[in-house]
């Protein structure tokens, strides 16, 4: 068995693009070997991606390859307070960009870099890593590797899950995402392709526990009438066009993110709550930081050296903590039931709704993704 210069444990979307940037540096990558297709397990999310994970994906050769109806740009977002109290638009026309965000099918996400990963010159796929100099831990929330290597992983759940599904409605979508923050729970209602053309929508639905259990047992028709009585606005007809699935929710972070030979990645390192939906474009963030800074090492320096792969971790702290942030005081300042506070918040999204330049600021570091 050669030893060679990075071995990536994980099969997601960040130890993918991980080991194709690294491929493209000419590093020779073991890659954990692709997990088996499992057709009852279809994966119904669709991910927001921000411009900067766009530019990676594309650098990668993965975004030209994706299918034209697996990607729906978003030129508005509308976001709504308590009982329609509280709105806040963004349009993409004002920033002078081609698009607030871009909602992509995670399964074809997945398809996709797999297939690019066949024509990667340095990449071997395989069941036992070899020695290698730097072993990346692109594992996933709930990475086994993590504690024993010695990194704490503090998590606090949130007691809600989220309750992801196609769904198709009998008006166009018109590329306008749609998000209601209500206590206690927070819906989107992303504009999709699939699988009804300009018709569908991916639902990112995040409750209490408790409710999001009862919604998952119910029927197809019950769910959908439950869906289209809670909030106001909501596109008409929407049906449920897959399975639904969940996802218990918490925020988590590592520390440290790295040591002597080895540096944890993506989910593996930090989580935060979708609804702001940033968990993937922090982890591609981190891929490309990572990327970059094993590509400026002095040449004398070896790719596992805890001091070079320390300049990884403080590029990358700020965006994480900062998004880890804000997605948390987001969900508990919508989640309080203070009647104080609901007039507060929902005044303030009307404050930011007329204060164009902070709203331009606030959307440009979005889109940007200089956050993440
Ligand atoms: C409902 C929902 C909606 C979301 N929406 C968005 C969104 O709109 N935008 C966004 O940016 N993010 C979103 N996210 C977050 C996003 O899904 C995650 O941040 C992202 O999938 C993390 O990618 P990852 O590769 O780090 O981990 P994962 O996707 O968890 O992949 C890790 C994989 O590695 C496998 N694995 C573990 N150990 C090993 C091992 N030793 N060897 C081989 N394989 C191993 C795991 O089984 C898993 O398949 C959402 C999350 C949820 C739950």
């Known amino acids: 068995m050669h030893i060679g210069d990075v071995s990536i444990r994980g099969r997601g979307a960040v130890a993918t693009s991980l080991a194709l940037a ?22 119904v999310r669709a991910y927001a991606l921000n411009d900067s994970s766009r530019r990676l994906l594309q650098r990668l050769k993965v975004w ?12 508005d977002m509308r976001v709504r307070g308590d009982a329609g109290h509280g709105r806040l638009s963004f349009a993409s026309w004002p920033q002078c960009v081609d698009a607030l965000a871009w909602i992509v099918d995670a399964a074809e996400l997945d398809r996709v870099l797999n297939a690019a ?23 996933g929330k709930d990475s086994a590797s993590r504690a024993a290597i010695g990194a704490q992983f503090e998590r606090h759940g949130y007691g809600q899950s989220a309750i992801a599904a196609r769904l198709t409605a009998d008006q166009p979508h018109e590329c306008v995402a749609h998000q209601w923050f209500r206590s206690p729970d927070v819906l989107a209602l992303l504009p999709f392709d699939r699988p009804r053309g300009g018709r569908s929508f991916a639902l990112v639905w995040s409750l209490p526990q408790e409710r999001a259990t009862a919604l998952m047992q119910m029927d197809a028709s019950a769910f959908e009438a439950e869906l289209q009585r809670s909030g106001t606005d909501l596109p008409a007809g929407l049906r449920l066009a897959s399975e639904r699935s969940s996802w218990p929710l918490s925020i988590a972070m ?6 002597a030979g080895w540096v944890l990645l993506g989910d593996a390192a930090h989580v935060v709550h979708p609804l702001a939906g940033q968990g993937l474009n922090l982890g591609l963030g981190d891929v490309q930081v990572l990327a970059d800074t094993l590509a400026a090492r002095e040449p004398w320096r070896s790719l596992g050296d805890e001091r070079l792969l320390r300049r990884y971790a403080r590029a990358r702290a700020w965006p994480v903590r900062s998004m880890s942030w804000l997605t948390d005081a987001l969900l508990h300042g919508f989640a309080s039931q203070n009647t104080w506070l609901r ?9 930011v709704d007329r204060a164009v330049p902070a709203k331009r600021w606030l959307v440009a570091q979005a889109i940007d993704g200089s956050n993440t």
């Open 22 to 43: 690294l491929s493209q540096q000419g590093l020779r990558v073991w890659l954990s070997a692709a997990a088996r297709a499992d057709p009852s397990r279809e994966d």
């Open 64 to 75: 030209d390859a994706l299918a034209a109806d697996a990607v729906t740009p978003v030129y």
């Open 254 to 259: 590592a520390d440290p993110v790295c040591g």
């Open 343 to 351: 007039e507060l918040r929902n005044r303030g999204m009307g404050l």
């Open 117 to 139: 990963l066949q024509f990667a010159a340095h990449v071997q796929r395989g069941a036992e890593p070899p020695p290698a100099s730097l072993t990346v831990y692109a594992e």
